[in-house]
């Protein structure tokens, strides 16, 4: 079996629009983060994206994607190419993490990192937690039993609202978790599992401590009493680590809207 090559706080799957927000997010709380993705996201088979907030005549679907991979990277995230085919749970060093098998084809080489050493065609890495935003994609969950609903050929990863799966340290963003198929609402998945990582891996919201644009210092942690208020907002609401996940809230589950119509 390969060595583990590094090993990581967050390993996010998939970097499309949730795994690159996700990722933008872990990186400005300093969580060691790496994004594995294979092959193009989904977003790039749009001509125009529309309904993005802030691009009032729509984005360039590629220029976008090219925006929040600058941005993932500045904010200190690794990225590699390659396909995750296996995710188990490892116990060595008396600690307990995740290790993930990645396979690379030729297509990832573009996706990656960009550095000037290619990963080997086959690696595996190590993280703490993971955050599932392969979109679409599951079957590498298999072997830690993660919740997924099964809908036709799709596969969808049950969470608790926040994004935690059943399996404690798993997490799903974006379309994989069954979120409406819109870019903003990828990114803004991303962002709100990643704030759910932060908050269970207990270090602060902003830990970094750099100069703005404005010469101003951007906000090196919350104060006590915010961090408390972060915490309490983001108590769950009904989580456990086993058994189902009652989806009562949803609009989805309780039929005010049809599940054909977002796919
Ligand atoms: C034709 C089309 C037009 C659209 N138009 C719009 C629009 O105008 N406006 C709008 O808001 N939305 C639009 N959408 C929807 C929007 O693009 C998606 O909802 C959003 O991009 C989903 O983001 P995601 O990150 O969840 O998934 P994705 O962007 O698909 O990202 C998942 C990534 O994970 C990778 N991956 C999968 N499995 C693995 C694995 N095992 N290991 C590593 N990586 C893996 C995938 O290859 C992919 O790169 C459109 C979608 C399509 C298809």
Do not use: C
Not at 15 to 21: D, E
Not at 46 to 70: Q, T
Not at 100 to 114: C, K, L
Request: hydrophobic share 35%.
């Amino acid at each position: 079996m390969e060595d583990v090559l590094d090993t990581y706080e967050v390993l996010i799957v998939g970097g499309g629009v949730a795994g690159l927000t996700a990722g933008v997010y872990t990186g400005r709380a300093s969580l060691d983060t790496l994004i594995v993705n294979a092959g193009e996201p989904i977003v790039t088979r749009n001509a125009h994206l529309e309904n993005v907030p802030g691009f009032p005549a729509g984005v360039n679907p590629r220029l976008f994607l090219d925006m929040l991979r600058s941005q993932a990277t500045r904010t200190g995230v690794d990225r590699r190419g390659g396909r995750v085919v296996t995710l188990e749970r490892d116990h060595a060093d008396g600690g307990e993490r995740f290790v993930a098998t990645v396979e690379r084809e030729e297509a990832d080489a573009t996706t990656g990192s960009g550095s000037e050493v290619p990963d080997p065609d086959r690696y595996r890495v190590a993280a703490e937690r993971v955050i599932a935003a392969s979109w679409s994609d599951a079957d590498y969950l298999d072997p830690l039993d993660v919740e997924i609903r099964d809908a036709d050929s799709k596969r969808y990863v049950d969470d608790d609202g926040l994004g935690r799966t059943n399996v404690g340290g798993v997490y799903a963003a974006g379309r994989l978790s069954e979120r409406y198929h819109q870019a903003a609402i990828a990114a803004g998945h991303g962002a709100e599992v990643a704030t759910t990582v932060i908050h269970d891996s207990s270090v602060p919201f902003y830990r970094r401590n750099r100069p703005s644009a404005s010469g101003r210092t951007e906000i090196e942690d919350f104060r006590d009493d915010e961090n408390l208020r972060f915490s309490n907002h983001l108590t769950p609401r009904r989580f456990t680590t086993t058994g189902s996940f009652p989806r009562a809230t949803s609009p989805i589950a309780a039929g005010t809207f049809r599940r054909d119509a977002r796919s």
